[in-house]
């Protein structure tokens, strides 16, 4: 009986609250907002029948609500009331197409299907939306901590920037979003900075900024607590000779009305001031500035012919300490100051390596038959040797056994075999030569100068080359003129650093060397290029090379003799060669803009070396045993000279046993103690 009471007042207490619930006019559709104790779910029932909408509920929406209010609501209010309601109760709602309504947890909303709006016009209560917003003048990663403070981060609320694009993307409940929106722009805007420009007519423009940035600088050891909001920004606009002030209102015109007195306290007759040079050359930036002061003076205003502008003005420099001194009127000399800045700037360096590669072989036979008797002969000079030389050797051989000399003179000059046979009255000698030649050159030179700067290299001899000589019985004072000629390695080279990470390069390169000699002079062998290239930085490019291929042959013998078949090679001397040679030139530049780059390219140079040392030690110095071989030491240790290294074997070791003595008594000397 019990239970049943209890259902029936369960009963009537619903059907009280649908009654309440659903409230209209003959007008207008009103609804009353008083809930009691009611369930969540029975009330989203009644919201969603009473404004015609279909609602899926989320399982986990589950309570009571207890709302009262005394008046009636319009359908747009009644809707606000309800999302009021959900939000109070930490519920949200997600609307979908044909009137569809999620009403599912709030902090789940964020990852699904909510609107994403430009503006918020359209949502205005507790919808949950997306936006995107846009920064101008401030930096979103500093930006969006302070806005997730004031989002709802527990429930559905979430603030995400994006660096690249400088946005900031605001998920949550319209109102708040919106609220977050209008601080984002009242922060911009305070962000966004006007700039003035103040032209000087007295100062350099350069030396106001530096003096500005001072003033403005903190204590030594204090810390600046400005805000860089408040912060100005000043620019120096060498070519009008401008200051360029950014920043707040009334920080630019306090700096405007600053400038202007120091602009006005330079006002003089002329001034001197001296210019230290960092990189450039005092003697060649004063011939430059000589040259354009004359042109600087008639922008000024100035006449050339005036002898007092002349008077005032004096360019000198001092080698000493590397400084230009100029006297000048103050507008002169801020423009002359402008042009030394720019003119005394760090040079880029280039790097230039050739590689010279010469690869060549040769071959060559000589075959020939000579006789003679006390009638005639044959005789080919192209061999060396004649055959009156060998028979006659032979002969003093024959008579006189113990005497060889004529038979070693005649052995000196042949080159390759001979063999013959020598009778009472005649005499023949087969003579023939083979010879094979290569060679296999490989040479890189390298060199490292400024940019726009001539540099040359040489590794070789100085031969001296006989050019004229007196030596006639007449002649009282016989000489002979001799001039020195280079032989060896050559390099020399110009470069110039163009735009990006090309040089074009004039240069000339020879590798020459000693041939032979000629019954006048010794013959050289040269090979050279002369040529202007551009190279990318770091690449390898040919810049001359030769492919030479030489094939020669020579006969000599007796006419009609020489063409008899067979017999005719008796009366024949026959000379073949060939020769082959492979010649290239390759050239790299790398442009050195700052130290890590000489450091790296210079401890790979010094590491080659060091390691070819290190071999060397290794392989030890022959009949030497006792004698190391020198070391580079280490990139970047001191080379120190130890003068115990010059001293005697013996001496050496005595006085390192004296220090290792004394060394072990400071020890027991210091336990002891």
Not at 212 to 231: E, R, Y
Not at 420 to 435: E, K
Not at 486 to 500: A, M
């Amino acid at each position: 009986m019990k239970k049943r009471v209890g259902k029936l007042l369960n009963l009537g207490l619903f059907a009280t609250v649908l009654s309440v619930g659903y409230a209209t006019s003959a007008v207008a559709a009103e609804y009353s907002a008083s809930f009691k104790n009611a369930d969540i779910n029975e009330f989203i029932n009644i919201v969603g029948k009473n404004l015609n909408k279909t609602i899926v509920l989320d399982p986990t929406v589950r309570g009571s609500i207890n709302v009262r209010s005394y008046d009636l609501l319009n359908e747009k209010q009644y809707y606000q009331f309800f999302l009021n309601v959900l939000e109070v109760y930490g519920f949200a709602i997600v609307e979908m197409e044909n009137d569809i309504i999620k009403v599912i947890k709030a902090k789940d909303a964020k990852v699904s299907a909510i609107p994403v709006v430009d503006d918020g016009n359209q949502y205005k209560g507790d919808e949950m939306v997306t936006r995107v917003v846009p920064v101008t003048n401030v930096s979103v990663r500093q930006l969006a901590p302070l806005l997730r403070q004031l989002n709802d981060n527990a429930g559905g609320g979430n603030v995400v920037h994006y660096d690249p694009s400088n946005v900031i993307m605001i998920t949550g409940r319209a109102a708040v979003v919106n609220r977050l929106v209008k601080i984002i722009a009242r922060v911009d805007k305070a962000g966004d900075q006007e700039v003035d420009i103040v032209k000087l007519k007295f100062a350099s423009a350069l030396e106001m900024v530096k003096v500005i940035n001072s003033i403005q600088k903190p204590a030594t050891g204090g810390k600046n607590t400005t805000p860089s909001i408040l912060m100005p920004r000043l620019v120096a606009d060498e070519r009008t000779n401008s200051l360029i002030i950014s920043g707040e209102k009334k920080t630019r015109q306090r700096i405007i009305e600053l400038v202007k007195k120091l602009d006005n306290e330079l006002k003089n007759n002329g001034n001197t001031r001296v210019f230290y040079l960092k990189y450039a050359k005092a003697e060649e930036v004063v011939n430059v500035l000589k040259g354009v002061s004359k042109s600087l003076e008639k922008a000024e205003g100035k006449k050339a012919a005036s002898a007092s502008s002349r008077s005032e003005l004096s360019i000198e420099s001092h080698e000493g300490t590397n400084s230009v001194v100029v006297s000048a009127q103050p507008a002169l000399m801020s423009s002359l100051s402008n042009i030394i800045r720019q003119l005394d700037i760090r040079r880029a360096q280039v790097l230039v390596e050739a590689i010279i590669v010469e690869v060549s072989e040769g071959d060559g036979i000589n075959l020939s038959v000579q006789w003679a008797s006390p009638v005639g002969g044959t005789q080919f000079q192209d061999n060396g040797v004649t055959t009156g030389e060998v028979l006659g050797a032979a002969y003093q051989v024959r008579n006189d056994e113990d005497d060889l000399s004529a038979v070693v003179n005649v052995i000196s000059k042949v080159a390759g075999g001979v063999a013959g046979y020598v009778g009472d009255d005649w005499g023949v000698m087969l003579q023939a030569i083979s010879t094979n030649s290569s060679s296999n050159i490989l040479a890189t030179p390298s060199i490292t100068t400024l940019d726009n700067q001539e540099a040359s290299f040489i590794v070789g001899d100085e031969v001296p080359v006989l050019t004229g000589a007196t030596s006639s019985s007449s002649n009282d004072n016989p000489f002979q003129t001799i001039e020195r000629k280079e032989v060896g390695i050559k390099l020399k080279v110009t470069p110039q650093i163009n735009d990006g990470d090309a040089v074009q390069l004039v240069i000339e390169q020879e590798v020459s060397n000693i041939k032979g000699e000629t019954s006048v002079d010794v013959i050289f062998a040269t090979r050279s290029v002369k040529t202007s290239v551009l190279a990318k930085s770091g690449e390898t490019i040919v810049i001359g090379g030769l492919i030479d291929e030489k094939v020669s042959e020579s006969v000599s013998k007796v006419p009609l003799l020489g063409d008899i078949p067979w017999l005719g090679h008796l009366f024949k001397s026959t000379k073949s060669s060939t020769e082959k040679r492979n010649l290239m030139i390759f050239l790299r530049a790398t442009i050195i803009r700052d130290d890590q780059t000489m450091s790296n390219l210079s401890t790979r140079k010094y590491g080659l070396m060091r390691e070819i040392q290190l071999g060397r030690r290794e392989d030890g110095i022959g009949l030497m045993p006792n004698t190391n071989a020198p070391v580079l030491p280490a990139w970047g240790e001191s080379h120190e000279i130890n003068p115990a290294d010059f001293l005697p074997e013996k001496t050496r070791a005595k006085a390192q046993q004296e220090l290792t003595e004394k060394e072990q008594s400071a020890v027991l000397d210091e336990g002891d103690k």
